[in-house]
């Protein structure tokens, strides 16, 4: 476990006293709870907020701004009837609570250091197998440390399939049967011209809206003191409802919430009574300590009560994860979890806060839960998540997805698996049904590269575009099923483009970003401008996220600074 402290004074030492802020139009997103009000109590402070943004040299300087989401937070000004839920009240202590807007004395995220993959011999370990994971968690995390202006992200933070797979690819729709297509490319290392990518990349179909299982959710959330912060409880606030606001009447919806003790506030709702479930969220108030596991047994609880046959049973936990009180270490928390999801309901997990946040424990409670674990660091990112690409967390497609690619040692010498490090598995355990792996909903994509090194052979398979490198296997189970269905795919030569597509340049530019916050020793060549350039090669047009990276790009190397 590696924990890791960052302070704003730090930060203002190491990039100069003089540059200001600059906070794009989407981060701008990130901020919630001052409004104007307190933007003009800023300035009274800090007059140097009322200036203009200014270009100096190649640096763009633009000052702070507390604005962005006031009309994303819940206001609650309707009126609703007293009996909708039950209200929960916190103790008036007369204590006023301070907002953390970025990194402040308390920033204490944890997570779990990974071995970066090595190479392997194809000739002694002809066998690559890993679980499929569509997390995005890692890249929304990374992004709030570079918003914050903290160039000092911790190696063991960075993950870096989740940063691949937080992006859209173009890839081919599943074919009649099929749960997932399989797209497969092959291209020269941007980062060592000597070797190649292989770039591997399934996709779901998207979900019908209209003809979509029914869902069962149960939010459960943490109210505990810790999400007291601008950028927790209201952040989940906006997130659930998002997500409410996509719902009808066929689903259900209840609402739990933990601090020191459990309390339910809705129970078995229709999804289509979006007042009575928006007054609930908007009286949600953090205050106690964060007793976690007695929150999760009451979640399944309820989503047993209500459970619904053939739909999509769900508990979505939102929390910083740091939990005190009851089961707290991460051991006890990934068996009562996997106790819990033997009755089919799986666990989805919404991480908040730039403080406290107990990654390690939350990724492994969405892993073990059957689900996915998200960062949500924005109301923009919030409404990605829970309404932009909801099928996911509407409708799973496959459970417990594996990999395995065997590799030809008659044209492959060695290869490395880029990222994936918590992924991997032993060969056996490819044929194991009763070993997890990932699961894949509706419209998701999933990629993974290896960087290669070919012998002679494979060198002139890819000149005469005759010969497969690889045999990639994929086993997964129906939703409903407990035995895996097997698929084969040949990775043939004819793959290599001479030109990489923009699906490969991209995986390509995101892996080598990866790589060097990742300070990694297989970096060759890369630096950020390769990034950059690499990124920038691609169409984007009408993609803002993949712009958005490209600014980070340039925050992290220097073209773009950061402070407050």
Avoid at 1 to 19: A, D, E, S, T, W
Avoid at 39 to 45: G, I, L, T
Avoid at 210 to 228: A, C, H, Q, W
């Amino acid at each position: 476990m590696v924990r890791n402290k960052n302070h704003l004074k730090k930060n203002r030492k190491k990039n100069g006293k003089k540059l200001l802020c600059i906070l794009l139009a989407a981060q701008l997103l990130f901020t919630t709870g001052c409004g104007n009000d307190g933007k003009k109590e800023a300035e009274k402070e800090d007059p140097a907020l009322k200036e203009e943004p200014t270009v100096k040299d190649d640096v763009i300087e633009i000052n702070p701004d507390t604005e962005g989401l006031e009309n994303d937070v819940i206001a609650g000004e309707e009126f609703f009837p007293e009996d909708a839920c039950d209200v929960q009240s916190a103790p008036s202590n007369g204590v006023d609570m301070e907002y953390y807007y970025g990194f402040g004395e308390g920033d204490s995220r944890e997570y779990d250091y990974e071995e970066e993959n090595r190479f392997y011999s194809a000739a002694m370990t002809p066998f690559s197998t890993f679980a499929a994971d569509v997390d995005t968690a890692s890249y929304s995390n990374i992004r709030s440390y570079l918003n914050e202006g903290n160039l000092d992200i911790p190696v063991s933070a960075v993950r870096i399939e989740e940063m691949i797979n937080y992006f859209h690819y173009d890839y081919a729709e599943p074919k009649e049967g099929e749960p997932f297509s399989v797209n497969m490319e092959l291209g020269k290392c941007p980062w060592n011209t000597e070797h190649y990518l292989v770039q591997i990349g399934l996709k779901t179909g998207d979900i019908d809206m209209e003809n979509r299982k029914p869902s069962n959710f149960v939010f459960l959330i943490d109210t505990s003191g810790s999400m007291y912060d601008s950028n927790k409880l209201p952040l989940v606030q906006t997130a659930f409802t998002r997500l409410a606001e996509n719902l009808n009447e066929n689903d259900r919806i209840s609402i739990v919430t933990y601090a020191g003790s459990d309390q339910v506030l809705l129970e078995g709702a229709a999804g289509n009574d979006t007042r009575t479930i928006m007054h609930c969220l908007d009286s949600l108030e953090a205050y106690g300590s964060t007793n976690g596991s007695a929150g999760i047994n009451t979640a399944y609880e309820l989503a047993e009560q209500y459970f619904i046959p053939d739909g999509n049973n769900r508990v979505i936990l939102a929390t910083d994860g740091d939990l005190n009180v009851g089961i707290t270490d991460e051991g006890g928390l990934i068996h009562l979890i996997e106790e819990k999801k033997e009755s089919g309901i799986d666990l989805s997990v919404l991480g908040f806060g730039t403080d406290n946040l107990k990654d390690n424990k939350l990724e492994a409670l969405a892993d073990h839960g059957n689900g996915n674990y998200a960062f949500i660091d924005s109301a923009f990112e919030a409404k990605r998540v829970l309404a932009n690409e909801m099928g996911a967390s509407l409708q799973t497609v496959a459970k417990d997805v594996k990999l395995q690619a065997e590799f030809d040692s008659g044209y492959v010498e060695e290869y490395r698996l880029i990222g994936y490090e918590n992924r991997t598995m032993a060969a056996e355990d490819f044929q194991d049904d009763t070993v997890d792996g990932g699961e894949i909903g509706a419209g998701h994509r999933v990629t993974a590269l290896y960087e290669v090194a070919l012998t002679e052979k494979g060198e002139a398979a890819v000149r005469n575009q005759d010969g497969t490198l690889l045999t990639l296997s994929i086993r997964y189970k129906e939703p409903k099923e407990s035995e895996s269905k097997l698929l084969t795919y040949g990775f043939a030569a004819d793959c290599y483009r001479e030109e990489p597509s923009d699906n490969m340049r991209w995986a390509a530019a995101v892996a080598g970003f990866g790589m060097l916050l990742r300070e990694s020793e297989y970096a060759g060549n890369l630096d950020y401008d390769m990034v950059r350039d690499l990124a920038s090669s691609c169409d984007f047009s009408d993609d803002p996220l993949k712009s958005e990276f490209i600014d980070l790009v340039d925050i992290k190397a220097g073209r773009i600074v950061i402070c407050h």
